[in-house]
């Protein structure tokens, strides 16, 4: 916001601000205020999708109940893609990744409509019938608006990290009533650093946030559950065994999560994609109902043991008092739960995981403690609703990488901590075991391909959050291939002040290098001028960098293999230019200052 278009009393304020309050006093007010609206945006998105739900769920709904399961998704997503293409006109993204790619490569700068986007066709997507959730979506608002606020109060690009960072601790804390879970939340996912400068601001943020969840939901909770069955020593081995069974669906989890994105990409057509995927959840819907929405119920019903609810109407309602239809049905359940969210998105649905893998995870847990039970080799049977929980934490920590947010956020969920320690043992095998087969989470994957990612580790944080072409520099002379001895001095040699030169052909593709050592022995020797070609001169860089390919982490693993002091640019095999070794380390220092809380 430049200082002309701001409002002459918003200038006096920030004038009065930086008069009496310092920038950490007023980021704590901030974290508050962001906080605050996070939670906000919890209450709209969560009473938007409420409010369709019961829309649908009227006379016409009970009578044809069925038949609605096909139909309602489809009609969900196409008015989603209608408002994305025509209303709003921006690609949405998906919650958490697109405000994880905005910290790496932007700056921590999102626009504006993110902060209405996902409010708009998030709970569309849900209330419709579509298999996601809604943290992802309510995460991303809170972020926009903790990135826009930021940037009216001109933070620099640290605080502006910090405080999304606490619009997703308070979107989190709003949805849960977990701050705890909330604020861990954010240090994980966001590779947020855990010092008092921003602890603070994410516990201030956290409390705003679920005090105003409680100012408009009561005490309702999204699982109001209490534990009623203690931790027994006996069941250590079974909860080594979920881990175990949590990490092998966590696998499953993002290999077809992936794997249908792939497919779907085959479809360039928004509509065509629209109609494959809605089409394909519509009959899956039908066939499997406790697939429909964000499933919250389902987990509520298991929780309970109440089959009939949980499982809903369906082709095997008279069969449900059959154990092993029951086993099969769960399942089922876990099998085809990402099968429905993936085609949900790729249809163009917008939501979150967050939902489906608490769905996944309790239902796994649920069948895994039932099925233990049944085959009676235990001295004492299993706490079904204890194993249910602790699977959705398990899950958690395979699929999204975050093992400490899912053993607070079931902790808090469960008013107390007499399951932290299966959590810790469940949650723990599940996430080394699934980061040894996929070191990225579902969140992260696309990102570190393309060298993305920000991480816990400063060195590398830093070196992905730089921008390569500001470190290019394009002041050297280019030689032509075919040049002879005499134009290399007369056009290159006496116009440069480098001492290398890049060698092009006509359509300008790097060729090679030429350095002045190799030519400075007969450059004074006229008599070579005209029978020596730049051919026999010139010789192969030590290593090229790709300006769309190569990220600084790379850039500066090629500095470090070759020993070399400059590099050469390319674009598709065009030169660009060289990146020096030494502006490269200055830009480093430079921003490991800017970006240090």
């Known amino acids: 916001m430049s200082t002309k278009s701001r409002n002459p009393l918003f200038t006096r304020f920030l004038i009065w601000r930086t008069k009496h309050l310092s920038l950490q006093q007023f980021v704590m007010i901030l974290a508050a205020l962001i906080g605050f609206t996070a939670g906000l945006a919890a209450v709209v998105i969560k009473n938007l999708t409420h409010f369709i739900q019961r829309l649908l769920e009227g006379e016409l709904i009970v009578n044809y109940h069925h038949a609605f399961y096909f139909i309602f998704p489809i009609v969900g997503l196409a008015l989603t893609l209608f408002i994305a293409r025509y209303g709003i006109r921006h690609p949405i993204g998906h919650g958490i990744p697109s405000t994880l790619y905005a910290i790496s490569k932007k700056k921590g700068l999102m626009k504006p409509m993110q902060m209405y986007a996902s409010i708009l066709t998030a709970p569309i997507t849900v209330g419709f019938g579509g298999s996601v959730g809604l943290e992802g979506p309510t995460v991303a608002t809170g972020a926009s608006l903790g990135s826009n606020i930021s940037r009216a109060f001109n933070m620099n690009q640290a605080t502006r990290t910090l405080l999304i960072s606490c619009a997703a601790a308070g979107a989190m804390s709003s949805i849960f009533k977990a701050p705890i879970a909330a604020i861990v939340f954010a240090i994980e996912v966001f590779s947020l650093d855990l010092t008092l400068a921003s602890l603070l601001p994410l516990l201030l943020a956290s409390v705003s946030a679920i005090l105003t969840s409680y100012f408009f939901f009561g005490s309702d909770i999204i699982l109001p559950f209490s534990l009623k069955d203690s931790f027994e020593m006996s069941d250590v081995p079974y909860y080594i065994l979920l881990g175990v069974l949590a990490s092998l669906c966590s696998i499953y989890f993002t290999k077809v999560y992936f794997w249908i994105n792939k497919l779907f990409k085959r479809l360039d057509s928004p509509f065509h994609r629209l109609l494959v995927g809605g089409g394909a959840l519509g009959v899956l819907l039908f066939l499997i109902p406790p697939l429909y929405g964000e499933g919250y119920n389902v987990i509520n019903n298991l929780l309970q043991e109440d089959y009939l609810e949980a499982l809903g109407s369906s082709l095997f309602n008279e069969y449900l008092d059959n154990f092993w239809v029951i086993i099969a049905l769960l399942a089922g359940l876990v099998i085809f739960k990402i099968v429905a969210t993936s085609l949900t998105f790729n249809a163009g649905g917008i939501g979150g995981i967050f939902a489906p893998v608490l769905f996944m995870g309790s239902t796994m847990g649920h069948c895994f403690a039932l099925f233990m039970n049944h085959i009676n080799v235990l001295r004492s ?3 079904v609703s204890n194993f249910t929980l602790v699977g959705m934490a398990g899950l958690m ?6 093992p400490l947010t899912a053993i607070f956020l079931i902790a808090e969920l469960t008013h ?39 991480t816990h580790n400063k060195d590398h944080a830093v ?26 001095v007369k056009e290159g040699v006496v116009k440069s002040s480098r001492n290398i030169f890049p060698v092009v052909d006509s359509d300008n593709n790097f060729m090679g290098v030429l350095l002045l050592d190799d030519i400075r022995p007969i450059m004074f020797d006229k008599k070579l001028y005209d029978s020596v070609k730049i051919e026999e001169l010139m010789q192969a860089a030590p290593d090229i960098i790709d300006e769309e390919k190569d990220s600084p982490k790379t850039i500066m693993k090629k500095f470090q293999e070759t020993d070399a002091w400059n ?12 990146v020096s070794k030494s502006k490269l380390l200055t830009a480093y220092r430079k921003k490991l200052i800017e970006v240090t809380v």
Request: a positive charge; glycine letters at 6%; aromatic letters at 10%.
């Open 381 to 383: 049977p299993l706490s």
């Open 397 to 402: 920590a395979g699929v999204l990488h975050a």
């Open 416 to 454: 107390g901590y007499e399951l932290f320690v299966p959590l810790m043992i469940t949650s723990a095998i599940s996430f080394m075991i699934t980061t040894r087969f996929l070191p990225h989470s579902v969140y992260t994957s696309e990102l570190a391909k393309r060298g993305e990612l920000i």
């Open 463 to 488: 070196l992905t959050l730089m921008n390569i072409k500001q470190v290019i520099e394009r002041n050297f002379v280019t030689l032509k291939t075919g040049m002879t001895l005499g134009e290399i």
């Open 567 to 578: 590099l050469p640019v390319v674009r598709k095999n065009k030169y660009l230019g060289f």
